[in-house]
Nanobody, 123 residues
Framework: QVQLVESGGGLVQAGGSLRLSCEAS????????MGWFRQAPGKEREFVAG????????SYADSVKGRFTISKDNAKNTVYLQMNSLKPEDTAVYYC????????????????WGQGTQVTVAS
């Protein structure tokens, strides 16, 4: 079992930056690929970014490429999402997720989820 706790959400003006953190506890964090997803009101949960268990490989949704960066610190059991040049359409609840095998971009491939953190981008 892996427990995930997100932090770092908040209200920011368009063009601003936020860094989300997700701290993991439980089983060996370094063995898991990690992902960030988001869900806006009335919309389905969507993939934002993913990172392999080694941290060597990353993937991003087209909508955030060049603006968001995912990173993983296995020593701190933490995955980060640096979000720059934020837009109002980035407003959503952001979820951290852990995947025991593989390196996927759909929510169905992930085994553990955090409770989410709200990000609101004002225009």
């Amino acid at each position: 079992q892996v427990q995930l706790v997100e932090s770092g959400g908040g209200l920011v003006q368009a063009g601003g930056s936020l860094r989300l953190s997700c701290e993991a506890s439980g089983r060996t964090f370094s063995n898991y690929a990690m992902g960030w997803f988001r869900q806006a009101p009335g919309k389905e949960r969507e993939f934002v970014a993913g990172i392999s268990w080694t941290g060597r490989f990353t993937s991003y949704a087209d909508s955030v490429k060049g603006r968001f960066t995912i990173s993983k610190d296995n020593a701190k059991n933490t995955v980060y999402l640096q979000m720059n040049s934020l837009k109002p359409e980035d407003t959503a609840v952001y979820y951290c997720a852990a995947q025991a095998s593989g390196f996927g971009s759909t929510q169905y491939e992930y085994d553990y989820w955090g409770q989410g953190t709200q990000v609101t981008v004002a225009s």
